[in-house]
């Protein structure tokens, strides 16, 4: 795998995942003063790892069975799906 390739995964990734709500649980699991945050943050780390195994299984799955649909369109309609969705609850 090319290193820009990697650079480009990481930062989109680290990108996306800041301020999200795993991100605010886990914030909120690490400010009980009673719980390790060493635990809190090998449970979170795991669990990240765990959720993108199963994205990437997804994902090479879908491109061996959807190779004639161009798959960035459908995860572009549902990232701007997901956007418009969340502008309505917004305002509801």
Known sequence: MAASTLIVVFTTVFLA????K???ATL???SDGNKNAWGIFFSASLALVASTAIAVLLGSLASQYLNLIPL???AGIGFVAIGCWTI???FN
């Not at 995942?17 to 999200?20: H, I, N």
């Open 28 to 30: 909120l699991f690490a």
């Open 22 to 24: 795993t991100q605010l």
């Open 88 to 90: 309505f609850e917004h």
């Open 72 to 74: 960035k369109l459908i």
């Open 17 to 20: 995942e800041l301020g999200d």
